[in-house]
């Protein structure tokens, strides 16, 4: 017997017991009712005994926890066939009968029981090897963003291929051509040209999905996105990331190749593919840098300029009648699954305006997309007739911009907006919400952005990428970005710089080094009225400001680089700035200078990739700023050695985000002293460990988002005084063990999220929580809530699934 509960499967020995059931329920007279109610127990339960059994086998769980189970199937096999064949006279008939209900009850305490507590145990290691996996990624990469116990960067690859579109048409035989010139070719560098929105990034992207090119370089491909203006220190070290290998701190862009250089040779002789992708003219003597005495080692570049060094290349060319009718169409098929053409004609003279262009045909597809015949008409008159649209600029831009022009002009100027990010960036809708609530009076709230951006994505004007949908519910949009085309993103400066610089609304400049535009060295005492600026530097631009007269500023975009950066002196006097962002996209965080030149007047600031200085020491005072978002930040200077209360600077700040700051420890008291807190978001702060007991003092916030702070151990008492509080987030906070008692004096709880919270055990005292009306949690944790359930009136249980998606982190922004 032994020997055969050591090798017995659980789902055999029930099959085997489910036979005889069945059978005696043929013959018996007298257990008729009990055996049919163990046969459909054992029905329902078969299938999960058999997946139980083959999980403690991959698992390599002891059979002893399934031995005492298997030991009574075999006993009630027996018991089954003494039954079948007793009369209903027999003396031994209620002794039986209490022992087939005996079984019964085995059965489903196995379940009740034994699994819910092996499922517990297995919940606790689960945990236990994610947080060792978040330790273990954090070593490996030396950066520490890890979201959740999800990493933000290190788990997918930095350097990842994208996923071409789902329709491609007329690219098998470029695709075909391409791959026999990687194969067979001995040139080390392949270079592909065409004019923009022709497909090259395309092409190369179902290249590197194709199956005997995976098979080939497997885990050695490498796709990076070079840019007008490549950054090689942060190219190198995304491959560096992709490999899972600590980003060393190069000190020159020499010091970062000759690291890829070494690290490639590490690899081996396997052979490795690396994409450059939008490669400019003028980059020659860079991209020549790349190239490496490697064995079995190609590059692959996109680029709309020839590189003759290199040889002829592979120049793309543009989509023939039949490929270009396919795309168009997909492009404006209706939500119904249906093209609406109003006239082949209209098709064939749009065709011959886009001459092929793959980006061209589907911008004009979608704008065109379920419009009345007139528009197309008019549409059609507009293009140039019987020119080239790629003959010269001004032709790409009469073609494209008629889509822009198709947009109401409200959803035309927030286009617009977008070029004050780099080229080939996430843009995180926070940013443009920030924007946009100052710049436009109809932008009352964030749905004013996501409609806006909804009807942009609907005409594949930009991509939205959304990270985590249920990653927080709190209102924000920390985990929603947009990403714009690079073509488009060149359209709309053009669009900006058509009129005289002194009336521009929106002013967009690109310092190379420390190169200003001619415009600016010579700019006299005539202000400019642009209402929005964005400077974008590199990293070896050196803060020398000249100055600059923008009085009617609004909204600054500063996008950087270096590892030291001070704000310009000329911010001192734009009386009117009411929103500030900086963004840091280099791999360490930048030590930021000149705060107190900001005036009282800001409204909003976002801050990324940043060491923010003591807000204290600085001797700021804002009094009308509402919001300040920190992500990425080192802000533990932030809150310390402040000789003025925070409280004093930020009297009427409405919301505080922090997010990713990995050296907040504990949340400052200063910070409990902004009594006009509404609401307080602190995400992915993994070494945050306490909330301070004066939390209570916050006695307006209405929102507390706690969500993935996985070393937080505990809800001060002092919760309790929080009795404007509306929706709390502790999801994913693996090391809360229990929520406290006074929880259930939080009188105005309407929502409650705990997702991943399943250990986290619930006081009695959670009855009092009268107004609560959703718990929003993943499965596991709503069992808990079960025995409460009956006592809410209206209370819902929504089951979040979980949806996490790092596809965008093949994005090159960090």
């Known amino acids: 017997m032994g020997d055969l509960v050591g090798e017995a499967l659980v789902g055999a020995v029930v099959g085997e017991l489910l036979k005889v059931v069945l059978e005696a329920t043929k013959e018996a007279v007298v257990f008729k009712s009990r055996l049919n109610q163990l046969k459909l127990i054992l029905q329902s339960v078969t299938p999960t005994f058999e997946e139980i059994q083959r999980l403690n086998k991959v698992l390599h769980r002891p059979e002893q926890e399934t031995k005492d189970l298997i030991e009574k199937l075999e006993q009630g096999k027996q018991l089954v066939q003494k039954c079948s064949k007793m009369k209903w006279y027999s003396v031994k008939r209620f002794q039986y009968s209490k022992k087939i209900f005996e079984l019964d009850c085995s059965i489903v305490r196995f379940f009740q029981i034994d699994v819910q507590l092996q499922q517990t145990r297995d919940n606790k290691e689960i945990l236990k090897v994610l947080k060792e996996v978040h330790t273990t990624v954090k070593r490996i990469s030396g950066h520490e963003k890890i979201g959740g116990i999800f990493s933000q960067v290190e788990i997918i690859r930095a350097c990842s291929v994208p996923d071409p579109p789902a329709v491609t048409p007329g690219l098998d035989v470029p ?66 990331q992709h490999k899972h290998f600590r980003v060393p701190e190069f000190q020159s862009d020499e010091d970062a190749i000759h690291n890829l250089e070494r690290l490639l040779k590490e690899i081996g002789t396997k052979p490795i593919l690396l994409v450059l992708d939008d490669v400019w003219s003028g980059s020659e003597s860079l991209l ?161 952005a996501m409609a806006n951006l909804c009807e942009l994505s609907n005409r594949n004007l930009v991509n939205l990428v959304v990270t985590r949908e249920n990653a927080t519910d709190d209102g924000s949009y920390n985990n929603h970005f947009v990403m714009q085309h690079d073509l488009l993103r060149e359209l709309t400066i053009h669009q900006s710089i058509l009129e005289p610089i002194e009336q521009t609304k929106r002013l967009i400049v690109d310092i190379s080094g420390n190169k200003f535009p001619k415009w600016w060295l010579e700019q006299k005492q005539q202000p400019i009225n642009a209402r929005l600026l964005s400077i974008t530097t590199g990293e070896t631009f050196s803060s020398n400001w000249y100055d600059m007269q923008v009085p009617e500023v609004e909204v600054v975009v500063l996008n950087i680089r270096t590892m030291k950066y001070a704000l310009p002196d000329f911010m001192q006097k734009m009386d009117k700035l009411k929103v500030l962002i900086v963004t840091n996209y280099g791999f360490f965080p930048t030590e930021l200078t000149n705060l107190p030149l900001l005036g009282s007047n800001l409204k909003r600031i976002r801050l990324e990739r940043l060491s923010v200085p003591s807000f204290g020491m600085i001797g700021l005072h804002m009094k009308n700023l509402q919001r300040i978002s920190l992500i990425m930040c080192n802000v533990y200077q932030a809150f310390q050695n402040s000789n003025l209360q925070i409280s004093d600077a930020f009297p009427n700040l409405l919301e505080i985000n922090i997010d990713y700051c990995n050296d907040l420890l504990e949340l400052p008291d200063a910070l409990c002293h902004i009594v006009s807190l509404k609401k307080l978001s602190i995400t992915n702060c993994h070494k945050l460990s306490a909330l301070p007991e004066a939390i209570g003092k916050l006695v307006n916030l209405e929102m507390l988002t706690l969500a993935s702070c996985i070393d937080l151990s505990e809800l001060p008492d002092t919760i309790e005084n929080l009795s404007s509080l509306q929706y709390l987030d502790i999801s994913e906070c693996l090391s809360i063990k229990e929520l406290p008692e006074q929880i259930g004096k939080l009188c105005s709880l309407e929502t409650l999220c705990m997702r991943g919270c399943n250990n986290c055990e619930l006081p009695a005292a959670i009855l009092n929580l009268e107004n609560l009306e959703v718990v929003k949690c993943d499965e596991e944790t709503a069992h808990h809530w079960e025995n409460f359930r009956l006592c809410f009136k209206n209370l819902k249980i929504e089951l979040l699934r979980e949806d996490i998606n790092l596809n965008w982190l093949r994005s090159p922004h960090f």
């Not at 840019?227 to 070290?237: F, L």
């Not at 023939?320 to 209209?346: K, M, Q, V, W």
Request: hydrophobic fraction near 40%; glycine fraction near 6%; include cysteine.
């Open 288 to 448: 020549h840098k790349f190239r490496f005495q490697v064995p079995n080692y190609k590059i692959l570049v996109t680029s709309r300029s020839k590189f003759p060094q290199y040889g002829a290349g592979y120049q793309l060319k543009p989509l023939n009648d039949e490929a270009a009718l396919t795309l168009f169409r997909h492009s404006a098929i209706l939500p119904d699954g249906n093209p609406y053409i109003p006239d082949e004609n209209l098709v064939k003279k749009i065709l011959e305006a886009c001459k092929g262009s793959p980006l061209a045909l589907t911008v004009a597809g979608s704008s065109l997309c379920g419009q009345p015949a007139a528009i197309w008409r008019r549409r059609v008159k507009e293009w140039p007739q019987g020119v080239s649209i790629f003959h010269s600029n001004s032709d790409m831009v009469d073609c494209l911009k008629s889509s822009l022009d198709a947009l109401n002009d409200e959803a035309k100027e927030c286009y617009m907006d977008l070029c004050s990010f780099p080229e080939d960036q996430r843009i995180p809708i926070d940013a443009l919400i920030d924007m946009w609530m100052e710049l436009y009076e109809s932008a009352e709230d964030d749905f004013f």
């Open 175 to 240: 695709l075909k051509e391409l791959k026999r010139d990687l194969f067979n070719s001995e040139k080390q560098v392949i270079v592909i040209s065409a004019p923009g929105g022709y497909g090259k990034t395309t092409l190369v992207k179902r290249l590197c999905k194709d199956d005997e090119v995976q098979g080939k370089f497997n885990d050695n491909m490498f796709f990076v996105t070079f840019s007008k203006t490549p950054n090689v220190k942060v190219m190198v070290g995304k491959i560096f």
